[in-house]
């Protein structure tokens, strides 16, 4: 069974063109659910870079290129 997360209402001031192609961009036409998932997104994108850091302080990732700066 899924999780039901709950939802709670926010009043945030947000630039109106830049929410319409979000959701032209995502395909939805839900304003809250275009944000939600961008939300999603950039935890997930932060979750997936703090675990990439965290291999390459333990010495088993290595970038080839040597582009990384961080460490």
Do not use: C
């Not at 039901?4 to 192609?21: A, G, I, S, T, Y």
């Not at 659910?33 to 088993?60: N, P, S, Y």
Request: net charge positive; no cysteine.
């Amino acid at each position: 069974m899924a999780k039901v997360v709950p939802l709670v209402r926010r009043n945030v001031l947000l630039e109106e063109d830049k929410v319409q192609r979000l959701m032209k961009k995502l395909r939805v036409k839900d304003q809250s659910a275009a944000i939600r998932a961008v939300i999603d997104d950039r935890l997930f994108a932060d979750e997936v870079m703090e675990r990439v850091w965290k291999l390459r302080r333990r010495g088993t990732l290595r970038d080839a290129y040597k582009r990384a700066t961080r460490g």
